[in-house]
T-cell receptor, first 113, second 113 residues
């Protein structure tokens, strides 16, 4: 059971380039999330999804887009990367909200030059 | 609005000594409270949670946390620290009527042999 898998693990982009981060979960979870982690700021929610075909904005959505065409996959896109998007990105999934815990991937370290 | 505060950026403790990592929170309703741990180059892993009932919650790896409603705190504790406990610890809160989880900025625990 792989849990939550993120690809790629590392990426370096030049300003203005685009890329897509892939998150896949094999636990049949309804909810999926994208966070960014910056030093001293904890995790901030970028976008989330409450089911296949649905997405919603989180705390810091600007500059990012997402899609959830299949229940197991949640894609995070950067259309035109900026240095401010240099961060570590984490995907998470959960079976529901409320008392349910989140399961995290290992992260993607992105540098935008 | 929900918020979480972890007042210490770093906690240093000697191996074998008790440890405490502090967390205070603010929510509009009753809280669900969580502790997660992050080891280097890994995603967050669930440690324990408070939903309702006993104020002392026991979790993985010998950790426990005490819920104090009057002080709106949820401090993480362990009676005897191990070097392997050295990691980044995140407190998180979710309003029972809400959806989003708010994470604290994280506290780095350093256990010295």
């Amino acid at each position: 059971n792989a849990g939550v898998t993120q690809t790629p693990k590392f990426r370096v982009l030049k300003t203005g380039q685009s890329m897509t981060l892939l998150c896949a979960q094999d636990m049949n979870h309804e909810y999926m999330y994208w966070y960014r982690q910056d030093p001293g700021m904890g995790l901030r929610l970028i976008h989330y999804s409450v089911g296949e075909g649905t997405t919603a904005k989180g705390e810091v959505p600007d500059g990012y887009n997402v899609s959830r065409l299949k229940k197991q996959n949640f894609l995070l896109g950067l259309e035109s990367a900026a240095p401010s998007q240099t961060s570590v990105y984490f995907c998470a999934s959960s079976p529901g909200t409320g008392r349910n815990i989140q399961y995290f991937g290992a992260g993607t370290r992105l540098s935008v030059l | 609005a929900q918020s979480v505060a972890q007042p210490e950026d770093q906690v240093n403790v000697a191996e074998g000594n008790p440890l405490t990592v502090k967390c205070t929170y603010s929510v509009s309703g009753n809280p669900y409270l969580f502790w997660y741990v992050q080891y280097p180059n890994r995603g967050l892993q669930f440690l324990l949670k408070y939903i309702t009932g006993d104020n002392l919650v026991k979790g993985s790896y010998g950790f426990e946390a005490e819920f104090n409603k009057s002080q709106t705190s949820f401090h993480l504790k362990k009676p005897s620290a191990l070097v392997s406990d050295s990691a980044l610890y995140f407190c998180a809160v979710r309003d029972t009527g809400g959806f989003k989880t708010i994470f604290g900025a994280g506290t780095r625990l350093f256990v010295k042999a």
